[in-house]
C-alpha cells in the first residue's frame, strides 16, 4: 500500500469525508483517470462527475459540492467502485456527502432527503417499511403532480394485490426504537 | 440443506410474487427454509444517506436475531442483501464502528458477533448449494422455446457477492441453460434500473428503463428475468409510463427468475405470483411452452 500524505497537508474537506467513509483514506490514491464518471449511468445529469468531485474534495471546496446535484443523482448501482483501478470506494463516498450535505443543511436540487427521511420515519414507527405508506406521504407533501400521474398505476398495483394499506408491525418495536435512539445518540458523539 | 430466511419488506406486498416463488420452489427442491422472527426493515439506500451508524445498527439487529440453529440468512432482494452483508463486513473490519453497534445493539438486549452468519443471495444459494444435478432432477417442464433475458441489476454482482462477475454476471444465465430455454446475451443484463429515481426524478428513471427495455426487445426476448424487487416494479409498474413518455410500445413481461424456475419445476402458476405483475407474462408463456404439462406436478 501507497503511504498517505502527511493529514496536515490535506484539507479540511477531505479530512471530514475520509473520517465519515469507511475505507476513506484511499480517496488520495485517486489517479482522476475518470473511470467513475464515465462508468455512471447518470454521470451525464450530474453537476460534477465523481472524478470532478473528488478533485474538489481535495481543495477544499465544500460549498459548491454540497450544494451540488452529484451524490442526489447517485443510484447506487457501484459501477464506479466496482471499476476504480485505485480501490476507491467511491459509492460510498457519496453516502458520505450525502449525510454531510443533510447534516449541514445544503442539500438542494433534490426531494432525496424527503424520501429517505418519509422512509425511515415508517421504519421507526413499525419496524418495516411499505410502498403505498412511502409513496402516499412522500409524494403528497413533495409531488403532488406526480401522484396524480402515478394514480393510474397505484389503482393497478392496489387491483393486482400488490398495495398493501396498511403495513406490518414487528412485535419487538420498542427495542428496535431503543437500538435506533442510542445509535443516534452516538453519532453524535463523533 | 437449513436456511434462515430474510425476506424483505418488498416481498410482503408489492413483491409477493418473489416470496410466493421462493417458498414453493424451495419446498419442491426439499430446502428447509425458516423465516427469521421479528426481523425488520433493511433501510434500503435510505438510513445511509442520513446517518451511518443508525444504519448499520437497524441492520446488525437481524444479524443478531439469527438464532443458533442457523449459520446461513439467505434474502432474494438486492437491497436487503447487499445491507445485511455490507453490515456484517463492516462490523469486522471497523473496531470503532462495531463498538458503537454492540453498544446500540446493547440497548436492545442484543449481541453479534461479525461472521458468525453467513450472508447469502438466494441465487447463489440455488447456484451453488443446490447445483445443476439436482434441479435437472426436478425439472418436469422444460423451457425449450422461450426466449428469456436474465437481468442482475446492480446490487447483488456489486459490489460485495463473491459468487458472480460484477461487470458480465453468468450464473442466472447458465441456470435457465440447465432448465432447456434459450437465454438472451444483451449487453446491459448488469446496468442500473433506476432504484429509487422513479419517486425522485422521473426523466432520469424513465430513461435507464427505457434502455433495459429496448436492449432486451431488440434481442427478441419473450420474457425478462428479475432477483429484485426494485428492478421489477421499475421495468413493470412504469412500463407503461415509459411507453408513454418516449412514444414507444414495449409489452415485456418481468417476472422473478424463481416464478419461471417454479414452472420449470411443473409447479402450477398460480401458485408462483403469476398474474400480479402488470404487464401479463402467462400467455407468453403458455404459448411458447407446451401449455398441457404447466403445471404438471401440482
Redesign the interface.
Known amino acids: 500500500m501507497v503511504a498517505d500524505t502527511p493529514s496536515d497537508n490535506r484539507s479540511k474537506f477531505l479530512r471530514d469525508v475520509i473520517a465519515d467513509t469507511p475505507e476513506g483514506e484511499r480517496i488520495v490514491h485517486c489517479l482522476q483517470c475518470g473511470s467513475c464518471g464515465g462508468s455512471c449511468p447518470n454521470g451525464a445529469e450530474m453537476n460534477y462527475t465523481p472524478r470532478a468531485v473528488i478533485a474538489m474534495i481535495a481543495a477544499d471546496r465544500r460549498e459548491e459540492v454540497l450544494t451540488s446535484n452529484t451524490m442526489w443523482q447517485c443510484v447506487s448501482c457501484y459501477f464506479c467502485t466496482s471499476r476504480c483501478p485505485q480501490d476507491i470506494p467511491i459509492t460510498e463516498i457519496m453516502y458520505a456527502l450525502k449525510r454531510m450535505s443533510i447534516r449541514e443543511g445544503k442539500a438542494r436540487k433534490t426531494d432525496a432527503p424527503a424520501l429517505a427521511k418519509t422512509f425511515t420515519d415508517l421504519v421507526e414507527k413499525y419496524g418495516r417499511s411499505f410502498e403505498f405508506g412511502i409513496a402516499s406521504r412522500y409524494l403528497l407533501f413533495n409531488r403532488p403532480m406526480s401522484m396524480l400521474k402515478s394514480s393510474g398505476m397505484g389503482m393497478s398495483m392496489f387491483a393486482k394485490g400488490r398495495l398493501a394499506l396498511t403495513p406490518t408491525r414487528i412485535r419487538q418495536v420498542k427495542q428496535l426504537r431503543a437500538i435506533i435512539n442510542k445509535a443516534r445518540e452516538l453519532s453524535q458523539h463523533d | 440443506m437449513k436456511y434462515a430466511y430474510y425476506p424483505g419488506?418488498?416481498l410482503?406486498?408489492?413483491?409477493?410474487a418473489y416470496d410466493k416463488s421462493v417458498r414453493a420452489v424451495l419446498e419442491q427442491l426439499g430446502v428447509e427454509l425458516d423465516e427469521l422472527d421479528?426481523?425488520?426493515?433493511c433501510?434500503?439506500?435510505?438510513?445511509?444517506?442520513?446517518?451511518?451508524?443508525?444504519a448499520?445498527?437497524?441492520i446488525a439487529?437481524n444479524l443478531a436475531l439469527v438464532d443458533g440453529e442457523h449459520d446461513q440468512l439467505v434474502a432474494p432482494c438486492a437491497a436487503c442483501f447487499l445491507n445485511l452483508k455490507k453490515t456484517d463486513k463492516?462490523l469486522s473490519?471497523?473496531p470503532v464502528?462495531k463498538g458503537?453497534?454492540d453498544?446500540?445493539?446493547?440497548?436492545?438486549?442484543?449481541s453479534y458477533r461479525p461472521g458468525r452468519v453467513r450472508v447469502r443471495h438466494l441465487l447463489d444459494m440455488l447456484y451453488t448449494d443446490i447445483g445443476q444435478e439436482a434441479i435437472r432432477a426436478k425439472v418436469v417442464q422444460p423451457l425449450n422455446g422461450l426466449r428469456v433475458a436474465p437481468y442482475y441489476g446492480?446490487?447483488i454482482v456489486?459490489?460485495l457477492n463473491g459468487f458472480d462477475n460484477?461487470?458480465y454476471p453468468m450464473k442466472m444465465d447458465e441456470m435457465f441453460e440447465w432448465l432447456g430455454a434459450e437465454v438472451v446475451d444483451y449487453p446491459v443484463k448488469a446496468?442500473?434500473c433506476?432504484?429509487?429515481?422513479t419517486?425522485?426524478?422521473?426523466p432520469?428513471a424513465f430513461e435507464?428503463i427505457r434502455r433495459l427495455l429496448q436492449s432486451a426487445d431488440e434481442y427478441q426476448a419473450d420474457v425478462i428475468l428479475c432477483m429484485c424487487p426494485m428492478c421489477q416494479l421499475n421495468l413493470d409498474?412504469?412500463q407503461?409510463?415509459v411507453n408513454g413518455h418516449f412514444g414507444t410500445s414495449f409489452k415485456l413481461p418481468i417476472v422473478f427468475f424463481t416464478q419461471l424456475l417454479g414452472v420449470a419445476l411443473g409447479i402450477e402458476m398460480k401458485k408462483l405470483g403469476f398474474?400480479?405483475?402488470?404487464v401479463s407474462a402467462e400467455p407468453v408463456i403458455r404459448s411458447k411452452l407446451d401449455g398441457s404439462s404447466v403445471g404438471a406436478a401440482t
Not at chain 2, 410482503?12 to 409477493?16: F, I, L, M, P, Y
Not at chain 2, 433501510?43 to 443508525?54: H, I, K
Open positions: 419488506c418488498s410482503e406486498a408489492g413483491s409477493a421479528d426481523w425488520n426493515c433501510g434500503a439506500t435510505e438510513y445511509f444517506s442520513q446517518n451511518e451508524l443508525v448499520t445498527s437497524v439487529r463492516l473490519e471497523q464502528m458503537k453497534v453498544e446500540a445493539l446493547a440497548a436492545g438486549g442484543l446492480c446490487q456489486r459490489p460484477p461487470e446496468h442500473c433506476g432504484g429509487h429515481m419517486q425522485i426524478s422521473e432520469e435507464l409498474a412504469y407503461g409510463r398474474g400480479k405483475e402488470l
